[in-house]
């Protein structure tokens, strides 16, 4: 499966973005997906996951109660709805793909490109 995220840009502290992350391919509705972010000099990190039916979803600490992950497999798409975000939320964002639902990276087999997001206070 291939994944192209979208939707990255500036926006203020307290402001609201919404990811987008487009998968092709026809097994999308069995995968699993995630969103990682990698702010610059650190590590790459989770930051939300729900599971192939969207029955299930896990969110980082830091960003729980504020940031919102989605999926619509008629669209083949999964989404991650940022409000409230904070400085500390600047990073490039990632979706993956696994065969099992994690919030480990090196579960994910499949990796988009990636879409910067930039909060200033």
């Known amino acids: 499966v291939q994944l192209q995220a979208s939707g990255g840009g500036l926006v203020q502290a307290g402001g609201s973005l919404r990811l987008s992350c487009a998968a092709s391919g026809p097994t999308f509705n069995i995968y699993n997906m995630g969103w990682f972010r990698q702010a610059p000099g650190k590590e790459r990190e989770f930051v939300a996951a729900i599971s192939w039916s969207g029955s299930s979803t896990y969110y980082a600490d830091s960003v729980k109660g504020r940031f919102t992950i989605s999926r619509d497999n008629a669209k083949n798409t999964v989404y991650l709805q940022m409000n409230s975000v904070k400085p500390e939320d600047t990073a490039v964002y990632y979706c993956?793909?696994?065969?099992?639902?994690?919030?480990?990276?090196?579960?994910?087999?499949?990796w988009g490109q990636g879409t910067l997001v930039t909060v200033s206070s």
């Open positions: 993956a793909a696994a065969s099992y639902l994690a919030t480990v990276a090196s579960r994910y087999d499949y």
